[in-house]
């Protein structure tokens, strides 16, 4: 019996695991996938300062004399400035490659915010509940194909484990009278009530919350009446404003690298929802968002 509940746990704890892998790599993608580089030379991989800034909260900017610009991850070597600018930096990578001649003067750090932190602890906080709902959805509507107990003596288990093998294999329960001693076998019902619908509505927002964390359009509103345009427009403006911390950190770096190596490198936002007018140019946000509402509403 000990064998089957240690089956039992590791099964479930393999698809927990499974599903809060599923949602952090989901968020990491979508993170890294949000800003649009420009202007790099090609010895710069924008995918790689995005996973440094993501999982670091910070890249390093230089040059190197055989392989040219590179931007890499770092660690400070001493020292800062009144504003907390790290004066003395190292460049390192996965290779063996260093770099310990790094500071204000060569080198430009590229943060991930205004707060100069990654964006670890926020995707694994959304991917923990995320995860956590999605499997409470599994066991709710699992409750409802298999809702009942069975109770049986010591020595009629085996049976009574075939026998809801196959309950809840689908197939067939068909017993000879003599395989369970009388009424040694007893069915209890446990009468789970179905919540799954109200589960998966919470997860939804949580995933849209997410989005709007991102910086990526959604309508995190779920009801049943018609929205009216404010209720849209005021949602992508908290979508717009989770934009600019990162958005930021990013451009003032691109500027102070253009300016320190001479180059035109750029970082701007992805549009993943642009609304345009019957001329193509963009509409502004009111109007966007009575299209989108409009839209939602049909």
């Not at 390192?92 to 932190?117: F, H, P």
Request: glycine content about 6%; some cysteine; overall charge negative.
């Amino acid at each position: 019996m000990s064998r089957v509940k240690n089956a039992q746990f590791w099964e479930s704890a393999k698809y927990n695991n499974a599903t809060f892998v599923q949602y952090y790599r989901r968020i990491v993608e979508l993170s890294m996938s949000m800003f649009k580089w420009s202007g790099l030379p090609d010895t710069v991989d924008p995918r790689f300062i995005e996973l440094t800034l993501f999982a670091q909260g910070g890249a390093i900017y230089f040059d190197d004399e055989v392989m040219g610009n590179l931007c890499l991850q770092f660690t400070t070597n001493g020292g800062f400035t009144v504003y907390r600018e790290p004066l003395k930096r190292r460049a390192y990578a996965v290779n063996g490659y260093k770099n310990n001649e790094l500071d204000e003067k060569n080198s430009v750090i590229i943060w991930n915010n205004m707060l100069r932190t990654s964006s670890m602890l926020e995707a694994e906080i959304f991917a923990k509940r995320l995860w956590d709902l999605d499997r409470t959805v599994d066991v709710n509507v699992h409750a409802q194909k298999t809702p009942i107990l069975i109770v049986c003596e010591e020595d009629e288990l085996l049976t009574a484990k075939n026998l809801y093998m196959k309950y809840d294999g689908n197939e067939p329960v068909i017993m000879g009278r003599k395989s369970i001693k009388g009424d040694m076998l007893q069915v209890l019902k446990t009468d789970a009530p179905y919540i799954a619908d109200k589960v998966y509505n919470l997860k939804m927002q949580i995933w849209n919350e997410c989005l709007t964390w991102l910086g990526i359009s959604n309508i995190n509103i779920t009801k049943k009446e018609r929205m009216i345009t404010d209720e849209v427009t005021r949602n992508m403006g908290g979508t717009i404003a989770s934009r600019y911390s990162r958005l930021n950190a990013r451009q003032e770096a691109c500027e102070r690298i253009n300016k320190m190596f001479g180059l035109n490198a750029s970082c701007e936002y992805r549009d993943d929802l642009v609304v345009t007018d019957f001329n193509g140019e963009p509409m502004d946000i009111d109007t966007q968002g009575q299209n989108i509402a409009d839209t939602y509403n049909e």
